[in-house]
């Protein structure tokens, strides 16, 4: 099944119902399945869009990125979402990677591409929502100019690659994660059964869907159950509270970081929601605190689930039954989990190990990187290199990561990317991050470096890779050292940098 015939019950078989509220405008189901019918037509006349080409996306929530993205999967292309904080410095090379034939984006972000642009040959268009046609860009209405028959998406099939998310290794050499058709759909309907998911919700959508928790999540599960969705441009808790009272919504998806700023708004006087039955948090450890001040404010358990840009969702607590704090839950229908030991045994309840995966949810392939598909295997099972355990009862509960991967606000940092931007200053000898834990964001990013120079400071640094990196992967402090610990083979002793516990 690819994920446009998943959608038909709600396309064709809801066309009157509203599918899609973003301010003022509305869309039907029977709207998006039409104007994305245009677009599809549109790309394939004057592209001749084929299955399996790249379509990007560098642009915010917005009415125009689900019709696009809809367009993308009836036409077999694979979609490639670019996360908008993104600076020059990481759209270089995953642009050149993925080697999309179109991107879709707007004057601000439209701004930070220019400068790659003589390395951008690929592109054949870049169309902005929110402007004329120029010399260098096209206006997405143009898309929409000619109306077109129904399109046969039917040469798409449930192996073919569908969605491509960019998650950074711990080298520093950001690999793409390409997911089919099949993978996402089988989650969706799993994820559909698990959280009760109906076409009586009214689902609020405030994620960024460049990420896999928004798009393959969100906006999935929104097409998929035919409920109705109400769109916001970007997570504002004081807005999102507001639209939740107003438009009697339901369903709800965060990160911690969100639901800390919801109870910093509730505190503040805003009107806590009445008609809610479910809020779903992920994409980072949810404190045992946040858990427990958000059931005492809002009368209500935060769902907690675990997934990643390779397998989707993995696992979830139950919608009816124990929501245990702490936990993740248990894994979806369908899917496998083991902890293993490094001998490869699997481990005892109670007993920490790395937590391994098998299902229909697993990841096609690492784009254009064969060893790197190959290694992230282990007798069949893709090892996600985070580290848990079993309790007795079956619960998933996260207990670190093999990987020294940075978790802030929701947002995964690899710190070899920032290391990477920290030694192309010219005065910066060598350099070391670390996450310090941090109650808000869960953590923020620390570095630590050797400097040739006397009069470089840190808020110097920080500038520095401001101008190249995402603000959440900008260091919050940076440290100078002599030299950084290493052991005799020249290894990097993170656990012997100072201070680790401080920002």
Not at 110 to 127: D, Q, R, S
Not at 164 to 192: C, D, F, P, Q, W
Request: proline letters at 6%; one cysteine or more.
């Amino acid at each position: 099944m690819n994920l446009i015939e998943l959608f038909q019950p709600s396309l064709k078989g809801r066309r009157e119902k509203p599918a899609l509220i973003y301010g003022e405008q509305t869309y039907t189901f029977g709207d998006l399945d039409a104007k994305s019918d245009a677009i599809a037509w549109a790309l394939k006349k004057r592209f001749n869009i084929r299955k399996g080409d790249r379509l990007s996306m560098f642009i915010g929530n917005c009415p125009e990125l689900v019709l696009y993205y809809l367009a993308a999967h009836k036409l077999g292309a694979i979609v490639v979402p670019f996360n908008t904080l993104y600076r020059d410095h990481e759209l270089s090379y995953l642009l050149e990677d993925a080697s999309p034939r179109v991107l879709l984006t707007d004057r601000e972000r439209h701004e930070i591409l220019k400068p790659l642009k003589p390395k951008l040959g690929f592109i054949e268009a870049i169309y902005l929502v929110d402007a004329p046609a120029t010399a260098e860009t096209l206006c997405f209405s143009e898309l929409l100019a000619d109306a077109a028959p129904p399109f046969d998406f039917g040469h798409v099939s449930g192996d073919d690659g569908a969605l491509m998310i960019y998650t950074s290794g711990t080298t520093g050499r950001s690999k793409g994660a390409l997911l089919s058709h099949h993978a996402l759909a089988s989650n969706i309907v799993a994820l559909l059964h698990c959280w009760q998911w109906t076409e009586r919700d009214r689902f609020l959508l405030a994620l960024p869907m460049f990420h896999l928790h928004g798009l393959g999540n969100g906006l999935h599960g929104a097409m998929a159950s035919g409920c109705t969705t109400f769109l916001l441009p970007k997570f504002k808790a004081e807005d999102v509270l507001q639209v939740l009272n107003q438009r009697e919504c339901t369903l709800f998806f965060g990160v911690p970081t969100m639901y800390e700023r919801m109870l910093e708004a509730a505190a503040k006087g805003a009107t806590v929601p009445t008609n809610m039955r479910l809020y779903v948090s992920g994409s980072a450890p949810l404190s045992v605190d946040t858990f427990s001040r958000f059931r005492e404010v809002f009368k209500h358990e935060i769902l907690e689930r675990y997934g990643m840009s390779e397998t989707a969702m993995i696992t979830s607590n139950p919608y009816s039954g124990v929501r245990k704090q702490g936990s993740v839950g248990k894994p979806l229908p369908g899917i496998q989990v083991r902890i293993a030991t490094p001998e490869g045994t699997v481990a005892a309840p109670g007993e920490v190990g790395e937590i391994q995966v098998k299902g229909p949810n697993l990841l096609k392939e690492y784009w254009k990187q064969p060893e790197k598909t190959a290694e992230a295997y282990q007798d069949g099972w893709f090892k996600t290199g985070d580290l848990g355990f079993c309790d007795t009862d079956g619960y998933i509960s996260i207990s670190g990561r093999g990987k020294e991967l940075i978790i802030s606000g929701g947002f995964n940092v690899y710190p070899q990317e920032i290391i990477n931007c920290l030694c192309n200053h010219p005065d910066i000898v060598e350099a070391a991050v670390i996450g310090v834990p941090d109650k808000t964001h869960g953590e923020l990013v620390k570095a630590y470096v050797v400097s040739k120079s006397s009069s470089l400071t840190p808020d110097a640094v920080i500038d520095y890779c401001k101008s190249h990196l995402a603000r959440f992967k900008v260091p919050k402090s940076v440290r100078f050292l002599e030299k950084l610990p290493r052991n005799a083979m020249g290894k990097l002793l993170l656990k012997e940098l100072p201070d680790r516990e401080r920002i």
